[in-house]
């Protein structure tokens, strides 16, 4: 039995497939420091897969990057898997260091790339609070979506193999 209340999230007007990728620039976390980067920083070497999840903490992006970490999409495709949520870059690093991630993470507690993408959650009860949706883009070099997922209901996960069949096809 669910402990927990599905949520649905409604309709989002987000970025799709085809439309260019809003660029933007937040600390980038790995396991050893963080730094200012953009999105074009990243595409500018190869794809990226970027993952918006709940903070870090909560389950949802706890399963997320656990389920990522096993498929490795990094080493199978030609492919830079990135995460981004409302959490502190302390928070990030505290995530990578628990789940032993070698993925970086943005960090935007404003949850302005969120807004710019069209995935932004309200989180119930908490007056003024926002989060990222699960949401998924595959952005290519040229920083165009060639693939895009976004959660209709709280919790809902990607389908990886879709986003597997994504990436085959980049």
């Known amino acids: ?33 963080w ?14 897969l970027l ?6 903490g909560a389950f949802p992006a706890t ?17 830079q898997v990135v995460g981004i949520s ?16 070698d993925y970086p993470l943005f960090s935007d507690p404003a949850n ?3 807004a710019e993408y069209g995935v932004v959650h309200d989180l119930d009860g908490m007056a003024g609070v926002t989060e990222p949706r699960p949401a998924v883009f595959l952005v290519d070099t040229d920083g165009t979506v060639r693939y895009d997922w976004v959660a209709e209901e709280w919790p809902e996960f990607p389908d990886y193999d879709e986003i597997e069949s994504a990436l085959a096809d980049l």
């Open 1 to 33: 039995m669910v402990d927990f209340d599905v949520v649905d999230l409604g309709e989002t007007d987000h970025v799709e497939t085809g439309e260019q990728a809003p660029d933007f620039t937040r600390p980038l976390v790995n396991a050893e420091y």
């Open 35 to 48: 730094a200012d980067a953009s999105l074009s920083d990243l595409t500018d070497e190869s794809p990226v």
């Open 51 to 56: 993952v918006f999840h709940s903070m870090d």
């Open 63 to 79: 399963y997320t990057w656990k389920e990522l970490t096993s498929r490795a999409f990094d080493e199978t495709y030609d492919v």
């Open 86 to 101: 409302i959490s502190t870059p302390y928070e990030h690093k505290d995530l990578i260091a628990e789940r032993e991630m």
């Open 112 to 114: 302005g790339v969120a």
